[in-house]
C-alpha cells in the first residue's frame, strides 16, 4: 500500500502514560498522573448531572451544528455564533485548519519547541515547516515575522506556551499583529487561557474586529477537566469559520460532550477554585526549585517546566518508579527537564519530597 511520502517521516503522538498501565507494569498500588494538564479536580459537579439526562438519546445523533452550546458560548464570549467552530478537542480544530488551509506549496511558521500537533498537521498537508527557535523559552515573535513569506498560511502563536509555561505580552502580541500581512492567519492557541494570572495578557477576542485575520483556539480539556470528552473550539470572524467549516466532519463533536461543555461552562466557580488552587500549587513548585537552585520558567498554566540538569528520561524514569508520571523534557525539546502537571496539594506535596530525595541522593538514580 502506498502513502503519503510524508507521513512516512511521522510517529503518533506518544500520550502520558495510562495509570493503569503503570500500575500493572511496575506493581505499584499508587499512582499520580501528572503528565496531560489534566484538571486534578475533576470537573464541575453539574457536568455530571447534564450527561445523566443525555444517556436517554445515545440513539440519536447529535446536533452536527452544535447549536445550543454555540449560543451558550457566544454568549460567554461575547461574539457572533457564526464565529465559532467546535471540533472533537481542540487538537480537531487545529486538524481542520491545516487541511482546510495548507497545501504542499505552501508554509506554516511556529516556534520550537512548542505544542506538536502543529506541525504534525501541518507535515502531513505536505506543508513546509518553518520552525522559530524559543529565546529564553519565549516566542521569538520578530524571527517569526521575518519567517513570514508569500507562501505562508498560518502562523502558529501557543499562548501560553506548551511546555515552556510561559506567555506573550500585550504588547509584544499586539505589535507582531500589525507586522503579519493580512492574508496570513495567526492562530493563538489559549488552552490554558482560564489558568492565566498575567494582567498584560492579551484579550484576543476584542482584537477579532481589527485582525480578521486572527483566530483563538480555546478547550474544555484543561481547566474545564472535560479531557476525556475531546470538546474545544476556534473563534474568529464568520469569513474565516465560513471558509473552514467544510472541512468539518458532521457529527464531530459528541451529544455527551456538547451538553457537558454547556454546563462546565456555567459552573464559574469551579474554575475560579480550580484557578486559586493552581496558582498556590505552582507556589509549592517555585519554593522548590529556589531551595534546590533548579531553573524553571514561571508558568501561567497548569504545568512547570524545570530544568534538573540531568537526563530529563532519568528523571522520568525515578519518578515513574515511584508512582508518578510525569512528562520527560526529552521528548519535548528541552532534554535536562520534565514537565510536571500542577496536582493537588497533597499530590505536589509528594512529588516534590520525591524529588527532593533525588537531588539530595538519598536514592540510587540508574
Ligand atoms: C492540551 C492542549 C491542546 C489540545 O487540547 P484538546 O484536548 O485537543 O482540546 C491544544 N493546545 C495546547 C497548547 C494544549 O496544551
Given at each position: 500500500m502506498k502513502v503519503k511520502k510524508q507521513i512516512t517521516q511521522l510517529t503518533p503522538y506518544q500520550p502520558g502514560k495510562p495509570i493503569e498501565e503503570v500500575k500493572k507494569e511496575l506493581g505499584l498500588s499508587k499512582v499520580t498522573k501528572l503528565?496531560?494538564?489534566?484538571?486534578?479536580?475533576?470537573?464541575?459537579?453539574k457536568v455530571k448531572e447534564a450527561i445523566q439526562q443525555e444517556l436517554a438519546f445515545l440513539n440519536i445523533y447529535p446536533d452536527g451544528y452544535s447549536a445550543s452550546l454555540r449560543e451558550k458560548v457566544a454568549n460567554f464570549l461575547n461574539v457572533k455564533e457564526e464565529q465559532l467552530i467546535f471540533g472533537n478537542g481542540s487538537d480537531e480544530v487545529i486538524q481542520i485548519l491545516c487541511r482546510a488551509v495548507l497545501t504542499k506549496e505552501s508554509n506554516t511558521v511556529m516556534a520550537a519547541p512548542t505544542f506538536p500537533q502543529y506541525k504534525h498537521n501541518a507535515v502531513i498537508e505536505g506543508a513546509e515547516i518553518r520552525e522559530v527557535p524559543l529565546v529564553n523559552g519565549e516566542h521569538d515573535l520578530d524571527e517569526m515575522a521575518n519567517q513570514i513569506n508569500e507562501d505562508t498560511r498560518i502562523v502558529w502563536v501557543c499562548n501560553p506556551n506548551n511546555p515552556s509555561g510561559n506567555y506573550i505580552s500585550k504588547e509584544r502580541f499586539l505589535s507582531f499583529m500589525k507586522k503579519v500581512p493580512a492574508d496570513v492567519l495567526v492562530v493563538?492557541?489559549?488552552?490554558y487561557f482560564e489558568y492565566v494570572e498575567a494582567?498584560?495578557?492579551?484579550?484576543?477576542i476584542s482584537l477579532l474586529d481589527t485582525y480578521p485575520n486572527l483566530m483563538i483556539l480555546r478547550t474544555f480539556s484543561k481547566a474545564h477537566g472535560l479531557a476525556a470528552l475531546r470538546i474545544g473550539y476556534g473563534i474568529a470572524s464568520e469569513k474565516i469559520i465560513k471558509l473552514i467549516?467544510?472541512?468539518?466532519?458532521?457529527?464531530?463533536?459528541s451529544r455527551i460532550a456538547q451538553a457537558a461543555a454547556i454546563a462546565a461552562l456555567e459552573d464559574e466557580q469551579f474554575i475560579k477554585t480550580c484557578y486559586e488552587k493552581n496558582r498556590e500549587g505552582l507556589q509549592q513548585f517555585y519554593a522548590f526549585c529556589e531551595k534546590y537552585q533548579l531553573s524553571y520558567y514561571p508558568s501561567q498554566a497548569n504545568f512547570i517546566l524545570i530544568d534538573f540538569e540531568r537526563s530529563g528520561n532519568e528523571v522520568f524514569q525515578y519518578l515513574l518508579e515511584n508512582g508518578f508520571i510525569v512528562r520527560s523534557g526529552e521528548a519535548l525539546g528541552f532534554p535536562t527537564s520534565a514537565r510536571i502537571t500542577v496536582g493537588s496539594q497533597e499530590q505536589n506535596a509528594e512529588i516534590i519530597e520525591c524529588l527532593s530525595k533525588m537531588i539530595e541522593q538519598k536514592v540510587e538514580v540508574q
Open positions: 503528565a496531560s494538564n489534566e484538571n486534578p479536580f475533576g470537573s464541575s459537579p493563538s492557541d489559549e488552552a494582567e498584560d495578557y492579551p484579550e484576543t467549516e467544510p472541512a468539518r466532519e458532521p457529527f464531530n463533536t
